[in-house]
């Protein structure tokens, strides 16, 4: 009689914790169905159709702003630039507030809770004035957001894919991809690139540019001067303990 009890109990027991965890599942499937079409929304909007020549042909020096990326800018002006990453689903607009630290971590572009966030600037970087950009992304299993980071462990992406673009106010800009690494943070004896904004000497450029080559899975033989502006793409990494995955982006020069 007592083994039936405790069986019936741990039947009992087992189709509950099966209800929970599809019930979990199921929350988190709609969190992400939902996070999705609100991006898709937005994205809508930066991809608008562009005039067919918004240039003064006497100003040769004239930048093209993307009017969708202003549009945004004016619904939310925390919206400060749109990152893409050409065979990846990051595809996303930028975020900076500096005045609460990571404070898109957890919200939508529209400041609502969004468990997938949205990709940021931290807060110590000033977009208008820097040697290396830092942008934050969640790693969501669905592939969402910088998941896709991923695919620079493996030399023949990055063979196929080695720029991105980075759309401000100010015009559209294209980065080299410089060096691509998993670290582990927050270790009291870890390579702080998440530290780096700008440099107080040349020294400490050519340092922080060296270390990001050395710890790269490859070579990409693409190196950095001080004074070129870098970016610094990071999302969490599941091989190291409290890792992360790094990508970093030299802006293509003029004579590239």
Same mark, same amino acid.
């Given at each position: 009689m007592m083994n039936r009890i405790a069986t019936g109990f741990l039947l009992l027991l087992s189709i509950l914790c099966i209800s929970v965890s599809v019930y979990m599942l199921a929350g988190m499937y709609q969190e992400d169905v939902k996070s999705d079409q609100t991006y898709e929304e937005i994205r809508k909007v930066f991809d608008q159709e562009k005039p067919e020549d918004t240039k003064d042909p006497e100003n040769e020096d004239e930048v093209?702003?993307? &009017?969708? /990326?202003?549009? /945004?800018? +004016?619904? $939310? &002006?925390? @919206?400060?630039?749109?990152i893409h990453i050409e065979g990846t689903k990051i595809d996303y607009p930028v975020m900076y507030h500096p005045? +609460?630290?990571?404070? !898109?971590? %957890? %919200? $939508?572009?529209?400041?609502?809770?969004?468990i997938s966030g949205t990709p940021y600037i931290a807060e110590i970087c000033d977009p208008e004035d820097f040697d290396n950009l830092i942008l934050y992304g969640h790693h969501m299993n669905s592939g969402a957001m910088f998941a896709h980071l991923d695919k620079y462990k493996s030399?023949?992406? !990055?063979?196929?894919?080695?720029?991105?673009i980075y759309s401000t106010l100010h015009g559209n800009? #294209?980065?080299?991809?410089?060096? @691509?690494?998993?670290?582990?943070v927050y270790t009291? $004896?870890?390579?702080? !690139?998440?530290?780096? #904004?700008?440099? +107080? #000497?040349?020294l400490e450029y050519e340092t922080f540019v060296e270390t990001c080559r050395k710890k790269s899975y490859y070579d990409t033989g693409v190196t950095a001067?001080?004074?070129?502006? /870098?970016? #610094? /793409?990071?999302? @969490?990494?599941?091989?190291?303990?409290?890792? %992360?995955m790094v990508v970093v982006g030299r802006l293509l020069r003029e004579d590239d």
């Open positions: 093209y702003i993307n &009017p969708g /990326l202003l549009e /945004l800018h +004016e619904k $939310n &002006p925390d @919206c400060v630039g749109w005045e +609460e630290k990571n404070y !898109y971590l %957890r %919200r $939508n572009f529209h400041k609502e809770y969004d030399e023949s992406f !990055y063979q196929e894919h080695k720029t991105f800009e #294209t980065y080299e991809v410089m060096a @691509c690494f998993a670290v582990p009291g $004896n870890d390579f702080a !690139y998440y530290a780096f #904004t700008k440099a +107080e #000497t040349p001067d001080y004074g070129d502006q /870098l970016i #610094t /793409l990071s999302t @969490c990494e599941y091989s190291h303990k409290n890792g %992360r």
